[in-house]
């Protein structure tokens, strides 16, 4: 076992480790001594528990642990199924010296975080993210919630964690859309606030899809940094942490448009950074480098050909008018990012006739 | 109207101001002034929306005006009923400057403010509490939430209101024994932290049952100021916040051996505070001043004839090893409350016998 990255998200007393490590969960690592009440409720779902439930429980021993075992994917993201893991506190008489610990992808971390930010008003969470997109994006920035029928992830808390562990073996698991879907999100980390780290990017993204554990460790570690820094200054989404959307609006719309599950959030959110860098005024050049390095990476670089009307409309606009009516998160250059209401309804325009079948 | 007196809760950037006076309701303040968004969520109940929603929503005039009106009873003090005030602000597609805003007792308050803090992962929420008891006890604090079936406020968040607006108007409708309920509250600050004010309510008792505005207005004021004296100390309740529940171990298990709702909260409070004041081993003379005082606002004194054995069980303790097992609060002397496990054996022996049939 190798330690090879630890990071501090500064949140003032709510300051909390994020530690990267190749086989963290095969023994090595002490989690228990982080678990004040000795006592932890390990929340996974039908997929992920077979694969990694007794490895955690063994990294856990000297604690009572207790688990309850969700079903997988974004259809269970709600109350009902927040509330089985509730149930499964209260049923376990769970103190509020409690740990919940979340071993799965963002939807499990969702679920069990808003249950630990419940239950007793609030207990200890640990997130322990096994795909690369919530590895990158979910765990850190203490969002938790639950879908509702009318819009995802309308019902939740902020809820920092108490810790956050990485272990990269998980992802030899990950089916390989999915890890390209999470490269997507550490592609966007580059794109709106480190050239550098995009530069580099360039550099290892075939072996970052050949799945190199040290360059995998690497550009999480630099993602979850990114990340880390844009909400220490914006730890309610203020302002400044919208620039985590870039792609964003976009690529709603087209999930929207298609139907969720169709594409991969990441999917779409990579073909939605690549209209955005077009609707920025990017020179080409820019906006090839982008839409390479996506594609290298195995994703979608155009939106499909759901109709631009469509999308336009799953954006909440009205074509007749274009101008001023949303806000974008827009590149003023590679690694750069901002937030404006003011882009060219033309260019826009057009973008959107690329949807068109 | 008459505004008799406005607080301020301390917590630093969530402080809120508590606005006390008789006939706010009578279209006299103007709180939309405080609503950022122009639009509320009044949740109510089937008791009190008929006798007061219309005249708030008068308040409210020049902004969007929504309401909700739940079930009657701590029955209702649900996740399901909860769920019922998402459903309608996500029906009315309010957005995150929207606030809810509580009308009625303090279930009302808890559901209305676990939803406020969960919507959108927390938006605005205000507080209008109607009964004596939620006006100086739940209105200060921020604690939200609902009951699980295993137990009373298992789920919920810290969610501190924008403000609280107390109409002493709305205590004329309440019936007696819940305006007494409601005076045990306020009693018990007085024994736990202000002699003074002690003092005052043995010189006022008679005329605060009979519902005097000035003087009502005057000890809730008191009350929410000694609450928030003690709530700004110690916000998430690590410590000095437990000396708010002096008289609550002995009537959460009156409460539980009798089933919920033969006494209320406030009755049970009255006899447990007595028999904590003995336990302390408080002079007989200062035991009487209690049990007079409370005597004379119509609460009982003694706990009921349930058995002492019952009474033991529910507070989960063994016969056997009765010492050092629990943490009460106990007096010092009238005005001053200390939490402590070193208590003596025999005199709480002594205690439950008296509630022998």
Do not use: C, N, W
């Given at each position: 076992m190798n330690i090879r990255h630890t990071l501090s998200v500064a949140l003032g007393a709510r300051s909390y480790?994020?530690?990267i490590g190749d086989g963290l969960l095969d023994g090595g690592?002490?989690?228990?001594?982080?678990i004040r009440g000795r006592h932890c409720m390990i929340v996974s779902n039908e997929t992920v528990a077979p694969l990694y439930l007794d490895a955690l429980a063994a990294c856990l021993s000297g604690a009572r642990v207790e688990s309850v075992v969700l079903p997988d994917g974004e259809a269970?993201?709600?109350?009902?199924?927040?509330?089985?893991?509730?149930?499964?506190?209260?049923?376990?008489?769970?103190?509020?010296?409690?740990?919940?610990?979340?071993?799965?992808g963002g939807v499990v971390g969702?679920?069990?975080?808003?249950?630990?930010?419940?239950?007793?008003?609030?207990?200890d969470f640990?997130?322990?993210?096994?795909?690369?997109?919530?590895?990158?994006?979910s765990s850190v920035g203490g969002k938790t919630g639950v879908n509702h029928p009318a819009g995802k992830n309308l019902i939740g808390a902020f809820h920092q964690p108490?810790?956050?562990?990485?272990?990269?073996?998980?992802?030899?698991?990950?089916?390989?859309?999915?890890?390209?879907a999470g490269l997507a999100e550490v592609i966007k980390y580059g794109a709106i606030v480190d050239a550098g780290f995009f530069a580099w990017l360039e550099t290892h993204i075939d072996d970052l899809v050949g799945r190199d554990p040290d360059l995998l460790a690497q550009a999480i570690a630099r993602s979850c940094e990114l990340k880390a820094e844009v909400v220490s200054e914006d730890e309610r989404e203020a302002g400044r942490r919208a620039i985590l959307n870039f792609g964003h609006t976009f690529g709603h719309a087209i999930e929207r448009c298609q139907g969720y599950g169709e594409w991969l959030h990441g999917e779409a959110v990579a073909a939605g950074m690549v209209m955005a860098a077009r609707l920025s005024g990017l020179p080409e050049a820019d906006v090839d480098r982008l839409s390479d390095l996506l594609r290298r990476a195995g994703l979608p670089v155009t939106p499909p050909a759901i109709g631009g009307d469509r999308l336009l409309d799953a954006m909440g606009l009205d074509k007749k008018v274009l101008k001023n009516r949303l806000r974008f998160v827009l590149l003023e250059q590679l690694g750069r990012a901002f937030v404006s209401s003011d882009y060219d309804a033309d260019r826009l325009e057009r973008l959107l006739a690329a949807a068109d079948a």
């Open positions: 480790p994020i530690v690592y002490d989690l228990v001594q982080h269970h993201k709600t109350l009902e199924t927040m509330s089985r893991v509730l149930d499964a506190l209260v049923a376990a008489r769970a103190a509020r010296d409690v740990a919940v610990v979340a071993l799965g969702d679920i069990a975080g808003f249950a630990a930010a419940s239950y007793m008003r609030g207990v640990f997130q322990i993210p096994t795909t690369l997109l919530a590895q990158v994006d108490r810790g956050v562990l990485i272990d990269t073996q998980t992802l030899t698991s990950l089916p390989q859309r999915e890890l390209a």
